[in-house]
């Protein structure tokens, strides 16, 4: 049997009855269309039977033809699954994540609900055209949010990217053929001008001021590490001795509290110590066992971040003169970063410091720190051609 075919239902008794109650119907007054004569039949890779009926055998051939197409190069999607409600999918998707952490899920979980769902949880996955994402991503930029102001770039990036992974979802699980959330412009993100680069001196002042915490600032000043990381660090994972950190696992905020998981982009390292920080660090390892933390408040709980700012680490940037310029904890990570581009550190080891899923991010943040070395690339090549001309002049051309 062919896999797609049209049926004439002239003689099909449900197509009669059906066509004497539309005539009967349009006596009385009615303009409702006239039941289908033609049928296009065929059977979906499931094996399962299809249907759709046509008025005029031209379209129904039409049909049969994009059927048949579909169906041999693989791109076929059942007309039915299309009309899958979004908030179907949504929940779908959101439910299958799996490699997320659950601070990621819960992120998704709020956007899902805050602004993705409620635009387009009642429509159908299929009846979503690229023009309506376009216009929602008008919407978010000119509307103010669930908070009262206006979204941020990233915000709405974030939003955008929600929506976009559950219409993927919708294409992988042959919904939809394409993804309309993908090709859209949005909006730049705003200037990053917020980089503060403290000297040597100023992070020596800073940690001076901090007192007992003043080693937690010199390993986030220098090492580079996340306030999350730093809190959830245990003593058996500082190697004094080879002057490493070993990072692995980090503190997050979510519903109840806060919560030991993964580090970010699940990117576990070692992160190198100052041999100048050995000693300063030794006391705080020496006291404690290998699964306390390394920086714990007076019981060894960890340092909750909305207490410890306010209390101890704002009155040090006040006390070290180092007010006004925006510095805060997760901020040292841009100083680490410069001290150690400074002093000659590589792309890749300060990726491994920071903890950045590639290099083309560390670039992106901090390449305009490297030094220029582009005279001395080319005196490096210049010595190098004057080396080749020298031995050519030397040597007696050959056959002489």
Known sequence: MARVWIEDRANHADYQAALEKWQAAKREGSKRQPPGRW??????????????????????????????????????????SGKAAFSVVAEEWHGSLRKQAERTRNDYRELLDLYVIPKWGTWQVAAIRWEDVSGWITELCRQPGKRGGLLSPARIAKTHLVFSMVMKHAVRTGRIAVNPAVGHDLPPPEDDDEHVYLTHEQLEALADAAGEHRPLLLVLGYCGIRWGEATALEVGRVQLEARR???????????????????????KRSVPLLASMVEELRPLVGKRGQRELLFAGPEGEHLRYSTWRPAVFDPAVKAAGLDGLGVTPHKLRHTAASLAIAAGADVKVVQQMLGHKSAAMTLDVYGHLWPDRLDEVADALDAGRKSALAKLTAEPPPGS
């Open 39 to 80: 049928r296009v039949r065929w059977y979906g890779p499931d094996g399962k039977p299809k249907a759709k009926t046509f008025g005029t055998l031209p379209p129904a051939e039409a049909e049969k033809n994009a059927i048949t197409a579909r169906l041999d190069k693989g791109s076929y999607r059942d007309p039915q």
């Open 245 to 267: 950190l070993r990072i692995v696992q980090a503190h997050s905020r979510v519903k109840g509290g806060m919560k030991v998981g993964p580090v970010k982009n699940r990117e």
